[in-house]
């Protein structure tokens, strides 16, 4: 759930805030009915809801939430899958929040609290809907001055409340994205090589003999093919084109429309396990709007796939075959079952991800080289 970052308010300004909310609570109308849930029923059927609309200013439905197979997904993403947590943390603080204290019913103060109606050109909060249900739409505006709570209001009363907690609704769809890619690092990998659309080729192999590799066991990145009269680069360079994979996030993310671009560079990175990882990568845009994309495609690696092919399969009334080579083959297909699985999670889409991260994952081999000498 993204955590807010707010500034300290000017104290003049803020106390001029804090004397406003003391007056729209003291000149409100409140009948003999206080208190209560910000949005009734909610709790009763929270586990059943698998729709949340969240509308801005203007009325336009920012982020679109669907639960479908007990994931959810950002609509506003083709569908690609939500932090589940964080939805879940917004039903939840919805279900609990409570009516803290009555605030304006006076339509003429809701633009000071933030609760208009994002249909009102002026508005400045958010609408949250749930279709499908018949739970009434709430309006989240501001927090109050004291950061005890969020001002709300439900979309069939006229009366504005302060909720007793803040309410969080992000309206980028991109907040709402589960963020994690994939964590792979170096130590589960034996090679890495990426392949540029000019044909230049940049190749490492992990090297783990006797007296190589570090205390800890874990093996040398070694630069292969470097060019005479030339040396390899300080290891953290090697490092970092090893590590590409390791807890990539993205920044945004969208279906994938084949084919790559002409420019693209691929990076094969191969598992001890015998998966083979291929990243292609690519720039869009210029100046600000330029941006780094990535799509993956995952099988098996080729010595892995021959080793598969080779093992004759398990033939019934074979009381007599060795377990060791039951147990090699029962290995392969786990491998290929996991090839199958990650490849139709990430090969659908287009990631974009931090361009440092995208130049890791593609060096060119002068950048993992010391630089030549100066005679």
């Excluded at 969080?168 to 890619?181: H, K, N, T, Y």
């Excluded at 996030?249 to 994938?256: A, H, N, Y």
């Excluded at 033939?315 to 990650?342: C, F, H, K, N, T």
Aim: proline content about 7%; glycine content about 8%; hydrophobic content about 40%.
């Amino acid at each position: 759930m993204m955590m807010r970052n707010r500034l300290l308010l000017l104290a003049c300004a803020t106390l001029l805030a804090i004397g406003l909310v003391i007056w729209l609570g003291a000149e409100r109308p409140v009948d003999d009915e206080s208190g209560g849930p910000v949005l009734a029923g909610l709790a009763g059927q929270i586990n059943r809801i698998d729709a949340v609309d969240l509308v801005a200013p203007g009325e336009a439905t920012a982020v679109r939430l669907r639960r479908e197979d007990e994931r959810w997904r950002v609509l506003d993403r083709d569908g690609y899958e939500a932090d589940f947590q964080q939805v879940v943390d917004l039903l939840r603080t919805l279900a609990e929040a409570e009516r803290s204290e009555p605030k304006t019913a006076d339509p003429a103060w809701y633009g000071r609290l933030g609760v208009t109606d994002p249909a009102d050109p002026d508005a400045t909060g958010r609408r949250i809907e749930f279709p499908g249900t018949d739970l009434v739409p709430v309006i989240v505006g501001q927090v109050d001055p004291t950061d005890s709570g969020s001002y709300v209001r439900s979309t069939d009363e006229e009366q504005a409340w302060l909720a007793d907690r803040v309410i969080e609704v992000a309206l980028d769809p991109v907040a709402w994205l589960e963020p994690g890619i994939m964590d792979i690092p170096a130590d589960d990998l034996v090679s890495v090589t990426v392949t540029h659309a000019d044909g230049e080729t940049v190749r490492l192999q992990k090297v783990t003999g006797p007296g190589e590799g570090d205390e800890s066991g874990e093996g040398e990145w070694v630069l292969r093919d470097v060019p005479e009269g030339r040396s390899a680069g300080p290891a953290w360079r090697r490092n970092a084109l090893a590590n590409s994979l390791r807890g990539l996030g993205l920044d945004d993310v969208r279906r994938f429309a084949p084919p790559h671009p002409d420019d693209a560079a691929r990076t094969v990175l191969v598992t001890d396990d015998g998966l083979r990882f291929t990243a292609t990568s690519w720039r869009e845009g210029e100046g600000e709007d330029r941006s780094a994309w990535v799509h993956f495609t995952v099988d098996e690696a080729e010595g892995a796939a021959s080793a598969t092919s080779e093992s004759e399969p398990a033939s019934e009334g074979d009381a007599d075959r060795d377990p060791a080579e039951s147990g090699i083959e029962s290995a392969a297909a786990e491998r290929l079952a996991d090839a199958v699985a990650v490849d139709a999670r990430l090969s659908p889409w287009a990631f974009r991800i931090p361009e440092p991260r995208a130049d890791d994952l593609a060096p060119r081999l002068d950048d993992l080289l010391e630089p030549p000498d100066e005679d």
